[in-house]
């Protein structure tokens, strides 16, 4: 069975880091781009960050971009999204996706394989 799990998310105050990380299982996805996603409360699911195969291209919302770094380990399956500065806004639960085409990366609505995510809340 092929699925990606989520880990790390929590409470934290504004100004303070988490680090979430992603394991990817049932294949191997070193081939493939992947990245993270985020929900909010009534909103749409919106683009985080994403990475390339090979780690060689990394691309960030503008809201993260600073902020947010993302990283894989193909050897564990993981991709991982450390998470400085955070702020109130950026409270949402949050989803690893993986696709072949790291074009396709940046839009929810083209991607089929997700995890259950995981819950961030930052306080103010």
């Known amino acids: 069975q092929v699925q990606l799990v989520e880990s790390g998310g929590g409470l934290v105050q504004a100004g303070g880091s988490l680090r979430l990380s992603c394991t990817a299982s049932g294949r191997t996805f070193s081939s493939d781009a992947m990245g993270w996603f985020r929900q909010a409360p009534g909103k749409e699911r919106e683009f985080v960050a994403t990475?390339?195969?090979?780690?060689?291209?990394?691309y960030y919302a503008d809201s993260v971009k600073g902020r947010f770094t993302i990283s894989r380990d193909n050897a564990k399956n993981t991709v991982n999204l450390q998470m400085n500065s955070l702020k109130p806004e950026d409270t949402a639960v949050y989803y690893c996706?993986?696709?072949?085409?790291?074009?396709?990366?940046?839009?929810?609505?083209?991607?089929?394989?997700w995890g259950q995510g995981t819950l961030v809340t930052v306080s103010s």
């Open positions: 996706a993986a696709h072949p085409s790291i074009a396709t990366m940046f839009d929810h609505r083209r991607l089929a394989l």
């Open positions: 990475i390339s195969w090979n780690g060689g291209n990394r």
